[in-house]
């Protein structure tokens, strides 16, 4: 089983996102499961969403404590939330950035993980390019898609597809495939 647990604020469309991961797996044919986890329900608190992949049936239903993946939909929450609490030792971290995961003080943590499990997505440029509001978690799944190779982009636009229609549904998929051209010249640069 794979674990997601992805951070952001109220109204940056995080529990969206975990909901999209969780479908775009199961349209691969995974087992998925996905739920928020609220504490202030307002916009710019803190919020705490998870997402499990496996290829069998998932029985588990409590917060993930030890992510094989973090998705951090604002950076801010690295000062403020132990975003990387119980992080396996090989896990994946996807910061919303424009920034190098280094000048954003994550050279520990580069260090730490095996090369490129670390990276950044200016996840909300792309959204505000695209969306004009800014919605980074369609980026943000292609980013960890793309990173992991877990998913296809494919899916994921399939997805966003499934929940949305029309301008809305392609303003996520040319996000998508923004963050996934990103992701994809970091893997070059290695």
């Known amino acids: ?27 691969e044919g ?9 504490g202030s329900e307002r ?8 997402a499990r992949i496996s290829d069998h049936s998932i029985r588990l239903h409590e917060p993930i404590e030890e ?3 973090v998705l951090i939909q604002d950076r801010t929450l690295i000062e403020t939330v132990d975003v990387f609490g119980g992080l396996s030792r090989s896990g994946f971290v996807l910061v919303n950035s424009a ?3 280094e000048d954003i003080g994550l050279s520990e943590l580069v260090s730490k993980l095996p090369k490129g499990h670390v990276r950044t997505v200016p996840a909300t440029d792309l959204a505000l390019k695209y969306i004009g509001r800014p ?16 998913l296809k982009l494919e899916s ?8 949305y229609s029309g301008k809305v549904a ?13 992701m994809l010249s970091l893997k070059d640069g290695d």
Not at 1 to 13: A, C, I, P, Y
Not at 30 to 38: I, L, R, T, V
Not at 43 to 50: I, R
């Open 30 to 38: 995974h087992f998925a499961q996905a739920f928020p986890s609220f």
């Open 67 to 69: 992510p094989d993946a």
């Open 135 to 150: 919605l980074p978690g369609a980026a943000m799944l292609a980013g960890f898609a793309a990173m992991t190779g877990l």
């Open 43 to 50: 916009t710019g608190a803190p919020v705490v969403a998870f």
């Open 1 to 27: 089983m794979f674990q997601v647990r992805l951070h952001g604020r109220g109204g940056q469309g995080v529990v969206t996102a975990a909901e999209m991961l969780s479908l775009a797996a199961f349209m």
């Open 99 to 101: 920034a190098a995961p």
């Open 170 to 182: 392609q303003a996520n998929a040319n996000v998508a495939a923004g963050a996934w051209s990103h």
């Open 156 to 163: 994921i636009n399939a997805a966003y597809g499934q929940k």
